[in-house]
């Protein structure tokens, strides 16, 4: 190992220990334990601040009660919708910012890490709420699970630019939709001007 390679991974170290204290949280989370339940005031809050660093500040938010309705509105979400776009182009000036602190492999592997840490935990809460909700479709619970792992990825991706003192993570849509997570919810999408939680 050279002066060059000691001094990048130097560089890097501050960031890979941003992820790696976060994805020591990710299995202690309440996954999936309050779908369809009444909203609480800090979940009102964490979904208010999503839409509104989305750029949809009048979106309304929509309570699914159930199993059913949840899976439909994850299996029709258009991937080219105003909300899907704003998400792409709030993870790709993140992953921008967050290449400036560390090489493309070590965010490869830093998100690969959190992926692993939110991945286990993730299905074996909704194999429990599929249980407590009589779900057999497998294809809703592998999306629920799918939605935990790209949520914990973007709020890494925002802990990471939360490095740069112009930048303020704690308000940013995707901080705001892992919190939702955290609250044991799924937030399912931005359909038209609904916001579809469950």
Known sequence: ?????????????????????????????????????????GAKSAAEKYLDGLGFPGA?????????????????????SPAWEAE???RSALT??????????????GMTLIAEKVADPAKEAMEQASFIWDV??????TLAVG?????????????????DPDFEAEGHAFAAKFQLFEFGRWPVGVTGSSFNLF
Do not use: Y
Request: proline share 4%; glycine share 2%.
């Open 88 to 90: 792409e182009l709030q």
């Open 147 to 163: 939605a935990a792992v790209q949520a914990a990825h973007s709020a890494a991706l925002a802990l990471l630019a939360a490095g």
């Open 96 to 109: 921008s910012r967050a290449l400036e602190a560390m090489s493309e492999e070590a965010l490869r592997i």
């Open 1 to 41: 190992m050279d002066d060059k390679d000691l001094e990048e991974l130097e560089r890097e170290l501050p960031a890979l220990a941003v992820l790696s204290r976060f994805s020591r949280s990710l299995d202690r989370l309440p996954w999936f334990a309050n779908l369809g339940e009444p909203l609480t005031p």
């Open 60 to 80: 309304d938010i929509a309570i699914l009660v159930d199993w059913e309705d949840a899976a439909a509105a994850a299996e029709s979400l258009d991937w080219d």
């Open 136 to 141: 057999e479709d497998e294809a809703a619970k």
